[in-house]
């Protein structure tokens, strides 16, 4: 979905090679080094863009966790949770959602509802289930990743911010424009206090443009809009699409307040970027393409 309407990535990073196994283990020293192995392939391979190695990484170590299942399936939720993410990066979101689904449900039931790996977990269903059109869902699972963030980060910490911003963003697919307002400037004020140009800065200040725009608003819009657009020409890392739709709306802000020229020109920009090269993919869990910052990991299922 677009990064506007962006849920993002949460799932946690590799794990350090420090991560020692619980002695109830069913897997020897050599199958856990086999599957770090391919869970930190599959992470490197999804850092460059590349979903098809990452898929094939993720899938064989998928075949090493599945041999303590019945020990311990937490290394198991772990994976399914790496390759659901992958196959959503895809398209592939029918796939992703059974493996999403069931890494929840195991989640769930070994750290208790309010943990960590739990709200990252729904975050990638969160994700699928808005792929799918399951919009009530989505909010469902969000309204929930949020209170976790809270409780476990703070209310004022930058990951907290960044899951309010996606449930304000789905609450703006839903056209609940009060409850998303509300939201989108309780994110902004997380994330300018956090320095200036955020990266999280940006989905709230598009997010209440947007709004703006839609109830006439043009002075706010503009506003806000034109922060946004000097984060850009300040260097900020947007795709080109997200940033190009900004500059389309402020496009249409300049219409509709009579200054063609200027119009003229951030269509122009807008019609640049789309015509020249993709950034570097990014799978960091700040900012414009993550959410949930992951806790430390003391072992190796303990996310």
Request: aromatic content about 4%; overall charge negative; glycine content about 6%.
């Given at each position: 979905m677009r990064r506007y309407f962006g849920l993002l990535l949460i799932i946690a990073p590799p794990l350090?090679?420090?991560?020692?196994?619980?002695?109830?283990?069913?897997l020897t020293h050599n199958q856990f080094s086999d599957w770090f192995f391919n869970n930190n392939a599959g992470w490197k391979a999804l850092g460059l863009n590349q979903l098809d190695k990452a898929e094939y990484y993720f899938r064989?170590?998928?075949?090493?966790?599945?041999?303590?299942?019945?020990?311990?399936?937490?290394?198991?939720?772990?994976?399914?949770?790496?390759?659901?993410?992958?196959?959503?990066?895809?398209?592939?979101?029918?796939?992703?959602?059974p493996l999403a689904r069931w890494?929840?449900?195991?989640?769930?039931?070994?750290?208790?509802?309010?943990?960590?790996?739990v709200a990252q977990t729904m975050?990638?269903?969160?994700?699928?289930?808005?792929?799918?059109?399951?919009?009530?869902?989505?909010?469902?699972?969000?309204?929930?990743?949020?209170?976790?963030?809270?409780?476990?980060?703070?209310?004022?910490?930058?990951?907290?911010?960044?899951?309010?911003?996606?449930?304000?963003?789905?609450y703006m697919m839903q056209r609940k424009y009060d409850k998303a307002q509300l939201l989108y400037s309780k994110a902004l004020g997380i994330f300018a206090a956090a320095g200036v140009d955020h990266p999280g800065m940006i989905?709230?200040?598009?997010?209440?443009?947007?709004?703006?725009?839609?109830?006439?608003?043009?002075?706010?819009?503009?506003?806000?809009l034109g922060k946004v657009v000097a984060m850009i020409k300040r260097g900020s890392t947007l795709a080109p699409g997200?940033?190009?739709?900004?500059?389309?709306?402020?496009?249409?802000?300049?219409?509709k307040t009579d200054r063609p020229e200027q119009a003229a020109k951030a269509e122009a920009d807008a019609k640049a970027l789309l015509e020249g090269p993709e950034p570097p993919a990014r799978t960091s869990p700040n900012g414009p393409t993550g959410a949930v910052n992951a806790p430390k990991i003391p072992d190796r299922r303990s996310d």
């Open positions: 350090s090679a420090s991560a020692q196994a619980p002695a109830t283990a069913k064989k170590a998928i075949d090493v966790a599945r041999l303590e299942l019945d020990a311990d399936p937490r290394l198991l939720a772990r994976s399914y949770g790496d390759l659901a993410w992958v196959l959503h990066r895809e398209g592939r979101d029918s796939e992703a959602e890494a929840l449900t195991v989640r769930e039931k070994m750290f208790g509802v309010e943990k960590m790996p975050y990638t269903l969160a994700s699928i289930e808005v792929k799918l059109g399951q919009i009530e869902e989505a909010e469902m699972l969000l309204t929930r990743t949020l209170a976790v963030c809270r409780s476990n980060l703070g209310p004022d910490a930058l990951g907290t911010g960044d899951a309010i911003n996606d449930l304000a963003t789905v989905v709230p200040l598009d997010g209440l443009a947007t709004i703006e725009l839609a109830e006439g608003r043009l002075a706010e819009a503009e506003d806000h997200f940033a190009a739709r900004v500059l389309v709306r402020q496009a249409e802000v300049y219409r």
